[in-house]
């Protein structure tokens, strides 16, 4: 059973399918144009039409099958998708020759969409289109001051559509109407970390059997879930983790500490030298990328050949990979993630991955039940390429020692002013710049270091994280004290867009 979100190109539509799954309803997202049939094969419960870039009656606007509407299925039509309800069933959408973007309230509201809200609700608007006319026998369920259709419903009430956005944060009261709508739809809500648990346990059990897994280890929250998945379920496994040499400091003790005592079967490979051999000399920041995951292949293979035979190998796919990915979903490939399009065919193994359908908050509850310590579930993310991908030009065994150690102190200040969880990222950057400076009575040319810290909720986009000046100035005076080599250390403030979280 599920909230089938029909994705018309709206910019929340991820943000959707997290707010139900937070309602304890399982969701899952499907292009905007898919055939019943498709949508059928999820067994919904109710369906969820997303916002969208276009106007419904553009030429070549992207339409949902019109049987989506004669299927008896509860429909929530947001923004985008409440134009389309209000067209199919013979309703008027015009133009308003302007964008209306930002903060609104309702004045008026009916139904159990606002059971229990109040009089008056801060809504979050984002649309240049309104509706003009009611379809035959619907009402209106909400107003704004200047828009008397900020929400409708069907004559049986079944079908919904609002103007607002309920998904962000920005309606405070969003997720409370989203419960309601599913409510109303009669959706189980039965989508809980302990529920979801006994159930990758079970269908873990089940593909698996008695045959052995093979999973590449990161360090990270995605692949730490993962293997413990993989020992709770009593898998016969091996957890493989290549140190390529451009780990954060005490990464590969710490991940050895925290897995091996809670079962996971670890086997570790120090191929530092390897990859640095093969990065000697290289500055290009793709021709790195492709580099390291050669390597990373070449080790990976020989490591499998020397403890196998394997059947499957185990990866910590997520679900916005698959939806990035044009994972069996026909959305939009917006970029090849290295988990799910990256390796190569003729590994020779059966792919399991049971952490496709969650978002990375849902892979955190679940690490929490498993035992994962807060060290490694709750920390920023890490790039596969690791720390060759923060030194902007050659990367160099002491080029390396220098951005490891700047980073560490940086975390480690972020730490101490308990600031570490007020950015999503954190990190250091070694520049190619080296600027001059005075140390003693002596004047000397050092590196500089660029700290980025920013805020994000899922990497799509994430603004720089505004941290205290006391803390950029421990930060700084650690970093040129305790590393002779930097003179200057500075601040990225930008954020994504236009720049990456990443430098390179």
């Known amino acids: 059973m599920s909230v089938v979100i029909l994705d018309f190109g709206s910019q929340y539509t991820r943000l959707i399918a997290r707010r139900i799954r937070e309602a304890q309803a399982y969701s899952v997202i499907l292009p905007g144009t898919a055939p019943l049939e498709r949508i059928r094969a999820e067994r919904p419960d109710a369906i969820v039409l997303s916002g969208g870039p276009r106007s419904v009656f553009e030429p070549g606007a992207p339409l949902a099958d019109p049987r989506v509407f004669d299927a008896g299925l509860p429909i929530l039509g947001i923004c985008y998708g409440m134009g389309l309800l209000v067209q199919h069933f013979g309703g008027r959408v015009l133009d308003l020759d302007r964008r ?76 409370a109407m989203l419960r309601g709508f599913l409510r109303l739809a009669g959706v189980p809500l039965d989508w809980t970390p302990e529920q979801t648990l006994e159930r990758l346990l079970a269908d873990v059990r089940d593909r698996a059997g008695t045959d052995r897994v093979l999973l590449g280890l990161s360090g990270g929250v995605d692949s730490s879930t993962l293997a413990l998945l993989l020992a709770r379920a009593g898998v016969d496994h091996l957890a493989i983790f290549v140190d390529h040499g451009m780990l954060r400091l005490h990464e590969r003790v710490n991940v050895e500490a925290a897995l091996r005592p809670l079962g996971v079967r670890l086997a570790t490979v120090d191929a530092s030298a390897q990859f640095l051999a093969a990065l000697a000399g290289v500055a290009d920041p793709e021709t790195k990328r492709k580099i390291i995951g050669r390597e990373f292949i070449a080790v990976f293979r020989r490591e499998a050949d020397r403890h196998g035979p394997f059947r499957f190998l185990a990866q910590g796919t997520l679900y916005p990979d698959v939806i990035e990915s044009a994972g069996g979903e026909g959305a939009a490939n917006i970029k090849s993630h290295h988990n799910v399009g990256g390796l190569p065919a003729d590994l020779g193994f059966e792919l399991l991955e049971p952490l496709r359908t969650l978002f990375k908050d849902e892979v955190r509850q679940l690490a929490e039940l498993l035992g994962l310590p807060d060290a490694i579930r709750l920390r920023h993310p890490f790039p596969g390429p690791g720390l060759a991908v923060r030194i902007l030009g050659d990367v160099t065994a002491e080029r390396l020692d220098l951005v490891r150690r700047a980073d560490a102190i940086f975390l480690e200040v972020l730490e101490a002013h308990g600031a570490y969880h007020d950015a999503w990222q954190a990190l250091a950057v070694l520049t190619p710049i080296r600027s001059v400076g005075v140390a003693g009575d002596d004047r000397r040319y050092g590196h500089v270091v660029a700290l980025r810290a920013v805020t994000s909720v899922d990497a799509m986009t994430a603004d720089w994280a505004r941290l205290p000046y006391d803390v950029l100035d421990e930060a700084a005076r650690r970093i040129t004290r305790e590393i002779p080599e930097v003179g200057r250390v500075v601040y990225d403030i930008t954020s994504k867009p236009p720049a990456t979280i990443e430098w390179e």
């Open 100 to 175: 209306s973007f930002g903060a609104d309230r309702l004045v008026r509201t009916d139904g159990p969409l606002f059971a229990g809200l109040g009089s008056e609700i801060p809504v979050w608007m984002s649309h240049s289109t309104a509706v003009a006319a009611l379809p035959e026998n619907w009402t209106s369920i909400a107003a704004t001051p200047a828009n008397p259709y900020a929400a409708v419903a069907s004559p049986d009430g079944r079908m919904i559509g609002v103007q607002f956005h309920p998904e962000v944060i920005h309606t405070p009261d969003g997720l």
